[in-house]
């Protein structure tokens, strides 16, 4: 593994940096695995667009220009308007503020509380399925992270109002934030998580970094809406893990953001579960969005679905990376992955990739991929009944979307997000 | 109506309409036969302004205006209908969304308040009981999943909630059984008024039998080379298109 002198540099940096905080009282995590996170990230370094896994999206270049100092200066935000009746949570700038509303069976607060009110669930679950050493941001934010989020749903609750996360973010100067959230569903829970990422102001890098449990016989529902300004760069990491007989549907929007990069993994620790991981993805202007899924079957019995669409406006770059790992125990899998992709420009980019690793020999898995133009016939046949060019373009691309978008069961989100979608095409 | 003079257009550099020169006017059904190749197609996706299509000469005046000058959805606008030979299923957008749009872009265009939704839905009820469309259909997306006869019937239903003043129906009758092409023919023949006019372009008589034409004419070879009544479809029907290929064959 080769370390360039310039990464030791500003990894050196920021290990001074952290290390300044090791016992800061808002860093959840203890000085050995912070300690353990920033060596991996002096030994790995940041991935250049050598890594594969970070081909198309050469973090090292956009980090090391713009975010080598790690400034942390922030205006007030202004709420936008909450549109969902909702149990709200407010992140701003990274770091738990407040939670508005409660539930039977619910407990929201930072994880500095959480570790000694819930002992056992945090130290039991947190940096056990992003573990520091599994990627140099997931270090990062290990290192750095403060005040994070802790939601835990008890045994058997069922909550009836979603839980929204506003993930708030508005810097005075280039800065870089590191939100940390741990999410665990007790079994036979029931709840409803809506990730809703807005920003302004100065560019910012975010090292967001998730860990989801879905207990047994759970039901997860997850959105999340990435609806962030030009400024907001970001590798974020959503590790989930579910056992037997839980369900966990995800469903992703992003309309904008200049770089975002979201690892979706999935880790499937029991028989009968079933997830979806669903997307849409707008790329306007220099916008560069890559999701990376990976979906790990580890025993029998499990069915997954992947539907990612995308459409590229400009010099935007999209990326899929759907990975399916079926390990011999995993007999009677279904996994199904489809990434469907649409380039409005010459100058639009779409890369995408399914990898499918299978080591059982009773499963059922496809994949497909396409990307074209918007049809010309269909084009011309809306426009032969008076349709003008930019509204048959946007009922073309309304109907290639509807079914992502219809998706979203709550009736005041999805009326949100086709708000968004369709502000997005213009 | 429509007035079509000496128009030249070619496809991928190879000119096709070879000379067409046409009068039809309002009150008035045409027909245009001839054997396959012969250019009947691209007639009538040059009139409906496809884009594949080039126009090398000649002129074609709709109504006081150069038709060619138009884009696609202003030819639509101004009254021009193409019922196509291949309906295109468009997945994702309902036929309900699709013609409100089309309906009130097209009001829009000639200066209108869009259309108020129980007018509206008052007018797809009863056109579509015009051409006996199932009500489900109305509601589905566009052509997605639809039958041969399905898709030819909410042709001739767009054509009725949009009230064309001239309709181009090419090769309707293709893929359609015979209860089919009736149920579409009586759909036409009710929509047919004094004010408006209709190009049916076909290979075969029989569409003839249910939507009587006043004139008819031969298109060969990218020319129309023989004009004439009714009683033309008639003879053609009876003798072929080897006649006509013989009198007519350019070395």
Known sequence: ?426 | MITIKNLRASVEGKEILKGIDLEIKAGEVHAIMGPNGSGKSTLSNVLAGRADYEVTEGEVTFNGKNLLELAPEDRAREGVFLAFQYPVEIPGVSNINFLKTAINETREYKGQAPMEAKDFLALVKEKQHLVELDGKLANRSVNEGFSGGEKKRNEIFQMAMLNPSFSILDETDSGLDIDALKIVASGVNKLRTKDNAFLVITHYQRLLDYIIPDFVHVLYNGKIVKSGGKELALELEEKGYDEIKKQFETV
């Open chain 1, 1 to 426: 593994m080769s370390i360039s002198l310039e990464n030791k540099i500003s990894t050196a940096q920021n290990l001074t940096a952290a290390l300044s905080r090791v016992g800061d009282k808002n860093n959840v995590f203890g000085f050995d695995m912070i300690g353990e996170a920033l060596q991996f990230v002096e030994i790995e370094g940041l991935p250049t667009n050598k890594h594969e896994e970070f081909k198309y999206c050469n973090v090292d270049a956009v980090f090391r220009k713009e975010f080598k100092e790690i400034n942390n200066s922030f205006s007030e935000i202004n709420m936008p308007p909450v549109v969902v009746d909702a149990i709200n949570v407010y992140i701003i700038n990274g770091r738990f503020e407040s939670v508005s509303g409660k539930a039977e069976g619910l407990v929201i607060c930072d994880l500095v509380a959480a570790q000694k009110t819930h002992k056992e669930v945090v130290e039991k679950n947190l940096g056990a399925h992003a573990k520091p050493t599994s990627s140099v941001f997931v270090a990062l934010n290990t290192a750095y992270c403060q005040k994070g989020l802790f939601v835990y749903v008890e045994k058997n609750a069922k909550i009836d109002k979603p839980v929204y996360i506003h993930y708030l973010t508005d810097p005075i100067s280039v800065s870089v934030i590191n939100p940390r959230t741990l999410i665990v569903c007790g079994a036979g829970s029931n709840v409803q998580i809506i990730d809703d990422y807005y920003s302004k102001g100065a560019n910012f890098f975010s090292t967001h970094t998730s860990e989801i449990v879905v207990g047994e016989n759970a039901q997860v529902k997850h959105y999340k809406i990435q609806n962030e300004g030009d400024n907001a760069f970001g590798v974020i990491t959503t590790e989930v893990v579910q056992s037997s007989n839980s369900v966990y549907d995800a469903a992703t929007f992003i309309f904008s953001g200049s770089l975002v990069r979201n690892n979706h993994h999935v880790r499937l620790f029991g028989q009968n579960i079933e997830a979806h991981l669903n997307g849409l993805i707008i790329g306007r202007h220099n916008a560069l969005i890559d999701n990376h899924t990976y979906i790990d079957h580890a025993m029998p019995n499990c069915n997954t679905n992947e539907l990612y669409k995308g459409i590229a406006y400009e010099k935007s770059s999209l990326v899929f990376n759907g990975k399916i790992m079926v390990r011999r125990d995993a007999q009677k899998t279904n996994a199904y992955q489809s990434s469907k992709n649409i380039l409005m420009s010459d100058d639009a980019s779409i890369y995408t990739k399914p990898q499918l690793e299978i080591y059982a020999d009773d499963v059922k898995c496809s994949h497909g991929t396409s990307t074209g133009k918007v049809d010309e016939d269909a084009l011309f046949y809306l426009k032969a009944r008076g349709i003008g060019d930019e509204s048959a373009r946007k009922l073309l691309l309304q109907a290639f979307a509807q079914e992502l978008i219809d998706k979203i069961e709550i009736p005041s989100l999805h009326d949100k997000v086709l708000e968004l979608f369709e502000e997005s095409l213009k």
